[in-house]
């Protein structure tokens, strides 16, 4: 299995940055490598379906929401088994729980999530 720990949410003014990170953990590397996971952000607003914000594969491709373009970084380490989300320019509406999620032959790992709250 793979075990997803996110850190770094918090309370953040608009215009603000946050950077998220989450290390991946588990039996399953000890046959399958880091590198070979699909990595991503996902978040979900009270009342809304879970989004994707940014992912990362193989090989460092990267794809983002639209709505996060320009503002948002994601980054892999693969020797550290990490993923970050630098979030910057913070607005109301990126206020979420953000979730890291991992893929891989077909099966999704979730984090337990992490609150990012964007209040004045």
């Known amino acids: 299995q793979v075990q997803l720990v996110e850190s770094g949410g918090g309370l953040v003014q608009p215009g603000g940055s946050l950077s998220l990170s989450c290390a991946a953990s588990?039996?399953?590397?000890?046959?399958?490598?880091?590198?070979?996971?699909?990595m991503g952000w996902y978040r979900q607003a009270p009342g809304k379906q879970r989004e994707l914000v940014a992912g990362?594969?193989?090989?460092?491709?990267?794809k983002y929401a639209d709505s996060v373009q320009g503002r948002f970084t994601i980054s892999r380490n693969n020797n550290r088994k990490t993923v970050s989300l630098q979030m910057n320019s913070l607005n109301l509406d990126d206020t979420a729980v953000y979730y890291c999620?991992?893929?891989?032959?077909?099966?999704?790992?979730w984090g337990q999530g992490t609150q990012v709250t964007v209040s004045s």
């Open positions: 999620n991992a893929r891989y032959l077909g099966r999704d790992f």
């Open positions: 990362i594969i193989t090989g460092g491709n990267t």
């Open positions: 588990g039996s399953i590397f000890r046959v399958h490598t880091f590198s070979g996971f699909a």
